[in-house]
């Protein structure tokens, strides 16, 4: 119904920047919230950022500052930025999406991609 792809991955010296992009597409009627959420080895997926159909942001506490989230909704894609990068952001990153469908009424329903790899290492 719906697919979820994310991309922009790879290996960054720390202090380097990166940015993400996650695309939804399907049977999608309206998307209400987007995210990304990270996990790393041996550790619990955790909220890194979200972002409201109107614009609202949240962040973890981590990354305040140094990485932002932004949406597309002509494209159905959100981004995140990130800048000043530490090995300890180093993680799988996964694109989050709250999604209405045609032919479903007002439920809304939540998708994940398969999660694009981080690496911050000199």
């Known amino acids: 119904q719906v697919q979820v792809v994310e991309s922009g991955g790879d290996l960054v010296q720390p202090g380097g920047s990166l940015r993400l992009a996650c695309q939804a597409a399907?049977?999608?009627?309206?998307?209400?919230?987007m995210g990304w959420h990270r996990q790393a080895p041996g550790k619990q997926r955790g909220l890194v950022a979200t972002?409201?159909?109107?614009?609202?942001?949240n962040y973890a506490d981590s990354v305040k500052g140094r990485f932002t989230i932004s949406r597309d909704n002509a494209k159905n894609t959100v981004y995140l930025q990130m800048n000043g990068l530490k090995p300890e952001d180093t993680a799988v990153y996964y694109c989050?999406?709250?999604?209405?469908?045609w032919g479903s009424g007002s439920s809304s329903f939540d998708y994940w991609g398969q999660g694009t790899q981080v690496t911050v290492s000199s």
């Open positions: 972002i409201t159909s109107d614009g609202s942001t």
């Open positions: 989050n999406v709250r999604a209405t469908l």
């Open positions: 399907g049977n999608i009627a309206s998307i209400k919230d």
